[in-house]
């Protein structure tokens, strides 16, 4: 399997993407030398990598890269001041591209076709809705699983923000947008479907909790606020699912803590074990579907661990590991 990691360049020591497609133990290989590609995707029809990008210019965008003859290889990329993003998601006919922008909090949609991008066709600014001095932090969109809405975590406004989509513009419908307030000081960060799309979970970074919400034409509906297991769990970074098993992974990075909680029959959450990460600062996750092993892409050591998975969920450490500069995203193919 070959693993492909973003980074952080701003720390210096990296150069970009890597990958660890010469050696399982080290991501020696680079993708592509680009400024601090922190999120990056591959979207399910077509073999194009895209990454986002933010540079010691100012100026911040996307970058994609086609794969042939075994190598990756850089295609285009389209900047813009003030666009540094921290995530990107694609829609699933592969036309549109919504970025996500904490420091500036907005929306922007780019319009693509394969590895090329045509350009930004919208940009959204959370920054009418900041009141009582708060700032809007915009730290994920995802579209749902019907591509008819697209959800918004704003960590900086203690909401999440469902636009409706319209498909044949890629704009999102901003006179009906829905606002869900989350408790105050949460921090809302990034969330995740169900299974068969009829809840949503979502990862407070501040907080450290976990809400589950019913999902049904648009509208969330909470169903239940988990604490953290842990007082001094903060500092959230990942939640991911599992694709078989009735198991969510959240990594904690104030502790270098893994957990996982159950889903139950009714879609609640139950909170099963905590684990060490085996390194510093665990940012992304990623649960292979090659050979069914979890990784933590750990920032601060400069490594990825390797955790094999139970019939239960339940993780254990791995000796092996991957190192790699300041990794803080992971995607394989």
Not at 115 to 141: C, D, F, L, P
Not at 245 to 270: A, C, M, T
Not at 315 to 333: A, F, G, Q, S, W
Request: proline share 5%.
């Amino acid at each position: 399997m070959q693993i492909i990691i973003g980074t952080y360049t701003k720390f210096g020591g990296s150069t970009g993407i890597y990958t660890n497609k010469n050696s399982a133990q080290l991501a020696d290989h680079v993708v592509g030398t680009i400024e601090n590609p922190t999120f990056l995707c591959i979207p399910p029809k077509s073999l194009v990598l895209y990454s986002i990008t933010t540079q010691t210019d100012g100026l911040g965008g996307i970058v994609s890269y086609t794969y042939d003859d075994g190598r990756w290889k850089y295609a285009e990329k389209k900047v813009y001041k003030n666009a540094g993003p921290c995530h990107l998601t694609i829609d699933q006919s592969e036309q549109y591209i919504v970025t996500s922008h904490y420091h500036a909090g907005k929306i922007e949609v780019y319009e693509i076709a394969g590895a090329k991008i045509r350009g930004r066709i919208q940009t959204i600014s959370h920054m009418q809705y900041e009141e009582n001095g708060q700032k809007s932090h915009v730290h994920q969109a995802v579209f749902s699983p019907n591509d008819r809405e697209v959800i918004i975590c704003d960590l900086g406004l203690d909401a999440i923000f469902v636009y409706p989509f319209n498909k044949k513009t890629g704009e999102l419908e901003v006179e009906q947008v829905k606002v869900i307030k989350t408790a105050q000081g949460s921090g809302p960060r990034h969330l995740i479907f169900s299974k068969d799309g009829m809840k949503v979970y979502c990862l407070h970074e501040l907080s450290g909790q976990i809400t589950t919400y019913q999902y049904e034409n648009g509208t969330l509906e909470l169903l239940q606020e988990l604490l953290p297991p842990r007082a001094d769990l903060n500092a959230a970074a990942a939640i991911k699912r599992h694709p078989s098993l009735p198991i969510i992974y959240v990594s904690y990075r104030s502790k270098n803590i893994i957990s996982s909680f159950h889903i139950q029959e009714d879609g609640l959450l139950q909170y099963s074990e905590s684990i060490d990460c085996g390194g510093l600062v665990p940012r992304d996750l990623l649960i292979s579907c090659q050979n069914g092993k979890l990784y933590s892409a750990n920032q601060n050591s400069s490594d990825i661990t390797i955790f094999s998975i139970g019939p239960n969920g339940e993780l254990v450490l791995n000796e092996e590991k991957i190192v790699v500069p300041y990794p803080v995203c992971l995607i394989e193919v």
